[in-house]
């Protein structure tokens, strides 16, 4: 017979394989992003070609399920006259039942490789996470996170001119906005922020999470299970109509004569053909969700059980380590200006946790220890030092002079008119002149009051 084509691992790429839907998964990183990395390590990350990695190769492999080790069928549409190839759906796919081949990614790593790609629509490809525009004058932290329920949009950041910093959602055209849509809405980076941080340290890096997680998993549980379930009344009532279809084609297909009227008869077959397709690909549908469950509370307490114990700032730390932290979480949030009030979802996996916990241990060791508890020794006592206006350092004076006044420091060295103060620019010299003529003028007018009064005194001696 035929011998049939076998794929195996190539060992010299499958890591580099690996490695990008890594990126992938854990940082989001873009296409263009996750290039870069690769090209800038050739020798480690060698290309199949040798040739320098490109953004549209790594999209080939991101979008590429044979790396899971199946095969897939009727993924892209026939070119022909009037169309040309194009990529079908997925829901549209055909897998089959078994491996056939070695497989270099799980299916949970390829699925949540695909649902990278509608959160980071319009949206650049940072040399590291947080990094600035070269356009811009500021640095959002929340940049691309934060959607408003009102209209989808995704609220862009601005500022006021100063140091207040705020998020907005301002729909160009009357047209994109909704009919119940203000203006303008904007929501405060500071307080957003803070609840961002509360929600993390209580229901994810709490010692309480796994009971807040129960507390609220029955509503999120019971909408997951109705979902589950529209979506499996959904495929079968779509087969059912594509029978119905079917049926009323073949009685129609009785109707005509094949002599005079085969252009009709080959249109019918041609829809019983496209029906044929749309039925096996709704029945393969069906089958894969009667397998699936939703996700039960038991999953997911192990996921959080994994998650390190600790309080973090997230108003405290840099930009390029809150991102890297949002972005591991899969981090979004949604904002309701009617009731004030954010919606946070985070996604845990298992690829992600590993990487959660080294950036955890990352921003422990960055953030600064808490400051020491306050006693009464230490209020009457400043450790830190006051800096004078002519940037002269001195320790800082007691509170209580009475009891301490050996530690009080001296007095700051103030200089002349007219002079520099050390770290100071130098005075003019139009206005040192004045202060010298000055100097002048004072000293003259002092010596004739003296000398009016000795005057006087010899006028009048017997005067007191």
Not at 64 to 84: E, I
Not at 361 to 389: C, F, M, V
Not at 447 to 459: I, Y
Request: charged share 25%.
């Amino acid at each position: 017979g035929q011998t049939k084509t076998l794929l195996v691992i190539n060992p010299d790429t499958a890591p580099t394989i690996r490695q990008i839907f890594t990126w992938r998964i854990t940082e989001q990183l873009g296409y263009t992003r996750i290039s870069d990395r690769l090209n800038n390590d050739p020798v480690r990350y060698p290309s199949a070609t040798g040739a320098p990695w490109g953004s549209s190769t790594v999209s080939h492999i991101l979008h590429n399920p044979k790396y899971t080790g199946y095969q897939v069928y009727n993924r892209t549409r026939n070119k022909t006259r009037l169309h040309t190839s194009k990529t079908r759906p997925a829901t549209e796919w055909i897998w089959s039942p078994q491996p056939v081949h070695p497989a270099i990614i799980t299916i949970d790593e390829f699925t949540a490789a695909q649902t990278i790609a509608p959160g980071r629509e319009r949206s650049r490809s940072d040399p590291y996470p947080g990094a600035p525009n070269p356009r811009a004058k500021r640095v959002y932290k929340l940049r691309s996170y934060i959607t408003c329920v009102t209209c989808g949009y995704r609220m862009c950041g601005k500022a006021d001119g100063g140091a207040r910093i705020y998020y907005a959602c301002q729909p160009k055209t009357q047209a994109a906005r909704p009919q119940n849509h203000p203006n303008t809405i904007c929501l405060p980076e500071k307080e957003i922020l803070t609840a961002i941080t509360k929600f993390f340290n209580e229901h994810v890096f709490g010692t309480d999470r796994q009971a807040l997680f129960l507390a609220t998993s029955e509503t999120g549980d019971t909408a997951a299970a109705e979902e589950h379930q529209a979506e499996i009344d959904a495929a079968q009532h779509a087969i059912e109509r594509i029978d119905t279809t079917r049926e009323r084609l073949y009685r129609n297909l009785g109707i005509f004569d094949y002599t005079t009227d085969r252009g009709a008869i080959e249109n019918i077959r041609q829809q019983l053909r496209n029906l044929d397709t749309q039925h096996h690909n709704t029945t393969t549908r069906l089958t894969e969700l009667h397998k699936q469950q939703p996700p039960q509370p038991a999953q997911n307490l192990d996921l959080l059980e994994r998650l390190p114990t600790t309080e973090i700032d997230l108003t405290q730390l840099p930009t390029p380590l809150l991102r890297q932290l949002l972005d591991a979480f899969h981090f979004t949030a949604t904002y309701d200006k009617t009731s004030h009030h954010a919606h946070f979802t985070i996604t845990l996996t298992n690829p992600t946790i590993e990487h959660i916990n080294h950036l955890t241990n990352t921003i422990k060791n960055t953030q600064k220890p808490p400051p020491p508890a306050e006693t009464p020794q230490s209020r009457n006592l400043t450790s830190a030092t006051n800096t004078g206006r002519q940037g002269h350092h001195r320790p800082a004076r007691p509170a209580r002079r009475d009891q301490l006044p050996a530690l009080r420091g001296p007095d700051p060295i103030r200089p002349r008119r007219g002079l520099a103060a050390p770290g100071r620019p130098t005075a003019r010299p139009g206005r040192a002149r004045r202060t010298r003529r000055d100097r002048r003028h004072r000293r003259a007018g002092a010596q004739r009051g003296r000398v009016d009064r000795g005057l006087f005194a010899a006028a009048h001696p017997g005067d007191p």
